[in-house]
């Protein structure tokens, strides 16, 4: 009982440090520094008009390629159909800013693309009309090839879960495939394809690498500006609370459409879906609407980056790059073990205690997910800038203040990890020690621990990745010349160093696909 005690005020503890940032946010919800006039009467509607555009925009792509793509490879066999399997979650190892920066190095009015196009037709670029891919539309296609793995692997799930008895009985009524995709398919998978545009949805309102290198205003890029443009903590706060409203408006939606759906079937006539193998026009055009979302979202700008590597390798990685690819290897290590061991703290109160209050705590730290890490970079900063000035010491600006904000962001990927392994740890082990007279500890060590590796393995790759992907919230909370491979990016970008910007996305890429090839593993063991 008395360990029980020390884990639960453990969980106090962790959840309200991690809570503080956000609660100092949304007071300043209510307040504005003195540029916050100029910023209502200037920029503020076009940061909400744009957030808003870009919120449908991606809503819609991400939808119709993430759903499409999952329908056809959990309902049919086609040439291919197994490798998309696994390739149409490929986009997944690339961030963002980093398909955006190629996209932009390839299609922009000097990019090699334009430019080849131009010499082969012998025109000048006011002679040929091109899609302006630097611009909000831009953004949108860019980030929707990237996130629609998001919609694929909830629809995906969902797919394999349901029962082929509601196929059947669609196809005893004489529909053919068409109408079963439209009258039943769709209806019955909304609340996954939801599910998944809603996730899709808060990464890419959240983006700030794509934003920014494309000149688009919305409420992250607004917040960089603010602060670092206008010197405005105050105003740039408010911004950030206004953004984390968004979001949490956002997360309510999902979690309203969903209430008393159910996401698989159950019953004893469950039988898996059996996939109708395609011929002739129906397999070009399956094998075709799987592989351009894979090209465009994967493997064209894989390839480019690849050619660019290898153009400028020789002059990127140097003494200094070294340093830059150790510290954010180290910050990774270091974040990982450190959130993993956090949300391990959490979830095995829960196991343990039993009690709606140790559920509350695991519940409110898992929230920090769904706030955009320049949001939660504006909170920790005015959070610790507070105890900075009470207790004369400095957090700010420092490698702690870095790990603090992949804490709050990242803990719910690890209590998520450890809530599934959970799961499937029968109560019968708890009560099997007990009757034997086995120790809290020792039932933890011999028994939970192994049984729970697999799921804290998972949670580390996965944290690792993100904190070596994670931009804003590194750029605001790093130390002074701290830089990670995501920063070192993005500042080569910025130089108009595009294709020298290859070789740390590289690097960040060829860990994301291991990663993914790791979940991959997994999800065929699951």
Same mark, same amino acid.
């Given at each position: 009982?008395?360990?029980?005690?020390?884990?639960?005020?453990? &969980?106090?503890?962790?959840?309200?440090?991690?809570?503080?940032?956000?609660?100092?946010?949304?007071?300043?919800? !209510?307040?504005?520094?003195?540029?916050?006039? @100029?910023?209502? *009467?200037?920029?503020?509607?076009?940061?909400?008009?744009?957030?808003?555009?870009?919120?449908?925009?991606?809503?819609?792509?991400?939808?119709?390629?993430?759903?499409?793509?999952?329908?056809?490879?959990?309902? !049919?066999?086609?040439?291919?159909?197994?490798?998309? @399997?696994?390739?149409?979650?490929?986009?997944?190892?690339?961030?963002?800013?980093?398909?955006?920066?190629?996209?932009?190095?390839?299609?922009?009015?000097?990019?090699?693309?334009?430019?080849?196009?131009?010499?082969?037709?012998?025109?000048?670029?006011?002679?040929?009309?091109?899609?302006?891919?630097?611009?909000?539309?831009?953004?949108?296609?860019?980030?929707?090839?990237?996130?629609?793995?998001?919609?694929?692997?909830?629809?995906?799930?969902?797919?394999?879960?349901?029962?082929?008895?509601?196929?059947?009985?669609?196809?005893?009524?004489?529909?053919?495939?068409?109408?079963?995709?439209?009258?039943?398919?769709?209806?019955?998978?909304?609340?996954?394809?939801?599910?998944?545009?809603?996730?899709?949805?808060?990464?890419?309102?959240?983006?700030?690498?794509?934003?920014?290198?494309?000149?688009?205003?919305?409420?992250?890029?607004?917040?960089?500006?603010?602060?670092?443009?206008?010197?405005?903590?105050?105003?740039?706060?408010?911004?950030?609370?206004?953004?984390?409203?968004?979001?949490?408006?956002?997360?309510?939606?999902? =979690?309203?459409?969903?209430?008393?759906?159910?996401? =698989? &079937?159950?019953?004893?006539?469950?039988?898996?879906?059996?996939?109708?193998?395609?011929?002739?026009?129906?397999?070009?055009?399956?094998?075709?609407?799987?592989?351009?979302?894979?090209?465009?979202?994967?493997?064209?700008?894989?390839? %480019?980056?690849?050619?660019?590597?290898?153009?400028?390798?020789?002059?990127? +990685?140097?003494?200094?790059?070294?340093?830059?690819?150790?510290?954010?290897?180290?910050?990774?290590?270091? /974040?990982?073990?450190?959130?993993?061991?956090?949300?391990?703290?959490?979830?095995?109160?829960?196991?343990?205690?039993? /009690?709606?209050?140790?559920?509350?705590?695991? %519940?409110?730290?898992?929230?920090?997910?769904?706030?955009?890490?320049?949001?939660?970079?504006?909170?920790?900063? /005015?959070?610790?800038?507070?105890?900075?000035?009470?207790?004369?010491?400095?957090?700010?600006?420092?490698?702690?203040?870095?790990?603090?904000?992949?804490?709050?962001?990242?803990?719910? +990927?690890?209590?998520?990890?450890?809530?599934?392994?959970?799961?499937?740890?029968?109560? &019968?082990?708890? *009560?099997?020690?007990?009757?034997?007279?086995?120790?809290?500890? %020792?039932?933890?060590?011999?028994?939970?621990?192994?049984?729970?590796?697999?799921?804290?393995?998972?949670?580390?790759?996965?944290?690792? +990745?993100?904190?070596?992907?994670?931009?804003?919230?590194?750029?605001?909370?790093?130390?002074?010349?701290?830089?990670?491979?995501?920063?070192?990016?993005?500042?080569?970008?910025? %130089?108009?160093?595009?294709?020298? &910007?290859?070789?740390?996305?590289?690097?960040?890429?060829?860990?994301?696909?291991?990663?993914?090839?790791?979940?991959?593993?997994?999800?065929?063991? *699951?």
């Amino acid at each position: 009982m008395k360990y029980i005690n020390k884990l639960t005020i453990s &969980s106090v503890f962790i959840t309200l440090l991690i809570s503080i940032p956000a609660i100092i946010l949304f007071t300043n919800i !209510f307040t504005g520094g003195e540029n916050w006039k @100029h910023l209502v *009467d200037t920029v503020l509607f076009e940061y909400i008009f744009n957030s808003l555009y870009i919120m449908v925009g991606v809503a819609v792509i991400t939808a119709i390629l993430g759903f499409a793509t999952a329908y056809l490879t959990s309902l !049919f066999t086609f040439t291919g159909s197994s490798f998309f @399997h696994y390739a149409l979650i490929l986009p997944f190892a690339i961030p963002t800013y980093i398909v955006a920066y190629i996209y932009g190095g390839m299609f922009d009015i000097t990019g090699s693309v334009t430019t080849f196009i131009l010499e082969l037709l012998g025109k000048d670029l006011s002679e040929v009309y091109f899609f302006d891919i630097m611009s909000i539309e831009g953004a949108i296609i860019v980030m929707s090839l990237v996130l629609y793995p998001y919609v694929y692997l909830i629809c995906k799930t969902y797919l394999r879960a349901e029962s082929s008895s509601i196929i059947d009985a669609s196809k005893t009524m004489g529909l053919n495939n068409f109408q079963i995709f439209y009258k039943v398919v769709i209806p019955i998978s909304r609340p996954a394809i939801v599910a998944g545009v809603i996730l899709a949805v808060m990464e890419a309102v959240a983006d700030f690498g794509v934003m920014d290198y494309y000149g688009v205003a919305t409420f992250v890029t607004g917040i960089f500006r603010t602060w670092f443009g206008m010197g405005s903590v105050e105003d740039a706060s408010k911004l950030a609370s206004m953004l984390m409203l968004f979001i949490f408006i956002l997360i309510f939606l999902e =979690k309203y459409q969903r209430r008393n759906k159910r996401y =698989k &079937s159950s019953g004893k006539d469950f039988k898996p879906i059996a996939k109708q193998k395609l011929t002739g026009f129906s397999n070009i055009f399956a094998f075709v609407a799987c592989f351009i979302p894979f090209f465009f979202g994967f493997l064209l700008p894989f390839s %480019q980056m690849t050619v660019w590597f290898y153009r400028s390798y020789e002059e990127v +990685i140097d003494e200094d790059f070294l340093t830059v690819l150790y510290q954010t290897l180290s910050l990774g290590i270091f /974040s990982a073990i450190f959130i993993t061991a956090l949300a391990f703290i959490l979830v095995y109160n829960v196991r343990l205690h039993k /009690s709606k209050l140790a559920d509350y705590l695991m %519940q409110i730290s898992k929230l920090g997910y769904s706030i955009p890490g320049a949001v939660v970079a504006v909170g920790i900063l /005015s959070f610790f800038s507070i105890i900075d000035r009470s207790f004369d010491i400095l957090l700010s600006g420092t490698v702690i203040a870095v790990i603090f904000g992949y804490t709050v962001r990242f803990i719910a +990927i690890s209590i998520n990890n450890y809530e599934s392994g959970f799961a499937k740890i029968p109560q &019968s082990y708890d *009560d099997a020690c007990k009757t034997m007279g086995t120790g809290t500890f %020792q039932t933890f060590y011999k028994v939970m621990l192994p049984l729970i590796k697999n799921s804290a393995l998972a949670s580390f790759i996965v944290i690792f +990745i993100e904190v070596i992907k994670e931009l804003p919230l590194t750029m605001i909370l790093r130390p002074f010349n701290y830089d990670t491979l995501a920063v070192l990016s993005h500042e080569l970008v910025t %130089q108009a160093q595009v294709v020298e &910007s290859s070789v740390p996305a590289m690097f960040i890429v060829g860990l994301g696909i291991i990663s993914v090839l790791i979940l991959l593993k997994n999800m065929i063991k *699951d």
